[in-house]
T-cell receptor, first 116, second 112 residues
Framework: DTGVSQNPRHKITKRGQNVTFRCDPI?????LYWYRQTLGQGPEFLTY????????KSRLLSDRFSAERPKGSFSTLEIQRTEQGDSAMYLC??????????????FGNGTRLTVT | QKEVEQNSGPLSVPEGAIASLNCTYS??????FFWYRQYSGKSPELIMF????GDKEDGRFTAQLNKASQYVSLLIRDSQPSDSATYLC????????????FGAGTRLAVHP
C-alpha cells in the first residue's frame, strides 16, 4: 500500500492556460474522489468515480473542469482557461467499495495550484 | 445554513489537558461521521469514524455522536503539542456514495 499519489505537487500557471493533474489511488480502491480546498476552508467535493464511471459532479465544477478515470485506475483532472479563483489545493482521495463505515477516504498529498 | 458547522477556533489548551472539538450537521439522514486531522500544508488524515450513537474510544481519542441533536464531538485526552493542527469534521450524507461533506475545521493549539 503506497497510498494515494498525486502529481504534480505544485503548479504555477498563468491565467487562461490549461492545467492537468493526475491521481493514482490505492490499488484495490475502486472509488475515487476529487476535492478542492482553499485556505481556511474544509475540502469541497468536486466529483466522484466508481471504477471508470463518473457518478456525481458538483455544481462547483464549471464547464472548464473535466475529470476522467480511464480503465478505472488513475484519474486526471483538467482545468481549461484557468482563472485566479481556481487557485487552491486539489485533493484526490480513494476508498474501497465496502460499507460506508468500513471504507473511509484516504487522501493524497494534493496538488497546489497557483494561477497568476 | 452550512451542512457541517465547526467553530473555527483557535482552541488553545495546555499540554496534558483535554481538548474538546464540536461539530453540528444539518442532514438528519447522515449516516457516518469522520474526524480528520490536517497539519498546515498537508492533506487530511483520518483519526476515527463513528456511526452509532454514543462514544467510541481509540487511544487518546474519543468520538461522541448524538443523532437526535445532530451533534458529533471529538475529545483528545492528554493533549500534546504534536496534536496542534486543524481538525475537520466530515459527514457522509444520505445516499452519497461515501461522499463526505466537510466542515471548515477547528484549529487546535496545544501549548507546553
Amino acid at each position: 500500500d503506497t497510498g494515494v499519489s498525486q502529481n504534480p505537487r505544485h503548479k504555477i500557471t498563468k491565467r487562461g492556460q490549461n492545467v492537468t493533474f493526475r491521481c493514482d489511488p490505492i490499488s484495490e480502491h475502486n472509488r475515487l474522489y476529487w476535492y478542492r480546498q482553499t485556505l481556511g476552508q474544509g475540502p469541497e467535493f468536486l466529483t466522484y468515480f466508481q471504477n471508470e464511471a463518473q457518478l456525481e459532479k458538483s455544481r462547483l465544477l464549471s464547464d472548464r473542469f473535466s475529470a476522467e478515470r480511464p480503465k478505472g485506475s488513475f484519474s486526471t483532472l483538467e482545468i481549461q482557461r484557468t482563472e485566479q479563483g481556481d487557485s487552491a489545493m486539489y485533493l484526490c482521495a480513494s476508498s474501497t467499495g465496502q460499507a460506508v463505515g468500513n471504507s473511509p477516504l484516504h487522501f493524497g498529498n494534493g496538488t497546489r495550484l497557483t494561477v497568476t | 445554513q452550512k451542512e457541517v458547522e465547526q467553530n473555527s477556533g483557535p482552541l488553545s489548551v495546555p499540554e496534558g489537558a483535554i481538548a474538546s472539538l464540536n461539530c453540528t450537521y444539518s442532514d438528519r439522514g447522515s449516516q457516518s461521521f469522520f474526524w480528520y486531522r490536517q497539519y498546515s500544508g498537508k492533506s487530511p488524515e483520518l483519526i476515527m469514524f463513528i456511526y452509532s450513537n454514543g462514544d467510541k474510544e481509540d487511544g487518546r481519542f474519543t468520538a461522541q455522536l448524538n443523532k437526535a441533536s445532530q451533534y458529533v464531538s471529538l475529545l483528545i485526552r492528554d493533549s500534546q503539542p504534536s496534536d496542534s493542527a486543524t481538525y475537520l469534521c466530515a459527514v457522509s450524507i444520505t445516499g452519497g456514495y461515501n461522499k463526505l461533506i466537510f466542515g471548515a475545521g477547528t484549529r487546535l493549539a496545544v501549548h507546553p
